[in-house]
């Protein structure tokens, strides 16, 4: 099983960046997609959720109406579009995975780091 995440980096207060989460080893479709962060000093919070593709999404307060999360099963890839970025967004930033049946998983990426700065 693998997640792995791209699409990080440095971006000034304002601007945008694209997540990327290629998924690999489980059943990607029927499975929940999240992104997660952790700043530093801080806990691990839930950014996004998405069942399944083109269905329920949900998002912490403090991204809505700024962060997209959308997933492409044919790609097995889950993306997490960052808009109006701010500097209480810097953290570093993980896919997550939870297959759904009576043995269900929890996968989790490496994470990437994204900075916001001027």
């Known amino acids: 099983v693998q997640l792995v995440e791209s699409g990080g980096g440095l971006v000034q207060p304002g601007g945008s960046l694209r997540l990327s989460c290629a998924a690999s080893?489980?059943?990607?479709?029927?499975?929940?997609m999240n992104w997660y962060r952790q700043a530093p000093g801080k806990e691990r919070e839930l950014v996004a959720d998405?069942?399944?593709?083109?269905?329920?999404?949900n998002y912490a307060d403090s991204v809505k109406g700024r962060f997209t999360i959308s997933r492409d099963n044919a790609k097995k890839t889950v993306y997490l579009q960052m808009d109006s970025l701010k500097p209480e967004d810097t953290a570093k930033y993980y896919c997550?995975?939870?297959?759904?049946?009576?043995?269900?998983?929890?996968?989790w990426g490496q994470g990437t780091q994204v900075t916001v700065s001027s």
């Open positions: 998405i069942i399944t593709a083109g269905g329920s999404t």
């Open positions: 080893g489980f059943t990607f479709s029927s499975s929940v």
């Open positions: 997550n995975a939870i297959t759904r049946g009576p043995f269900s998983r929890q996968y």
